[in-house]
């Protein structure tokens, strides 16, 4: 049974800086594509950024780009997301996913969530 427990979630202020980390068990991640997803009150869970697998090719959705960035760390089973610039949109509960193999997007395990609030 995997397991991903997400943390670094808080609430700052516009244009400050986060890092989630999500820290896998139960397996490597090794083999396996991850995502972080979020979802604001009132709306659908939304992809923001993944790494693939094979190959470690990065992927953002548009409202992210420039200020996000993905990275994982295989020795310690770890995929983070650094997110500079934050708005007040990127408010939500952002969602960590492991997929297996090259399924995309990853969806075969998911975190329980940290809740980022950005607000003046």
């Known amino acids: 049974q995997v397991q991903l427990v997400e943390s670094g979630g808080g609430l700052v202020q516009p244009g400050d800086s986060l890092r989630l980390s999500c820290v896998a068990s139960?397996?490597?991640?090794?083999?396996?594509?991850m995502a972080w997803f979020r979802q604001a009150p009132g709306k659908e869970r939304e992809f923001v950024s993944g790494i693939r697998w094979p190959g470690g090719s990065t992927v953002y959705t548009n409202s992210v780009k420039g200020r996000f960035t993905i990275s994982r760390d295989n020795a310690k089973n770890t995929v983070y997301l650094q997110m500079n610039n934050l708005k007040p949109e990127d408010t939500a509960v952002y969602y960590c996913?492991?997929?297996?193999?090259?399924?995309?997007?990853?969806?075969?395990?998911w975190g329980q969530g940290t809740q980022v609030t950005v607000s003046s």
């Open positions: 139960g397996r490597s991640l090794s083999g396996c594509g």
């Open positions: 996913a492991v997929g297996v193999g090259t399924r995309w997007p990853p969806g075969d395990y």
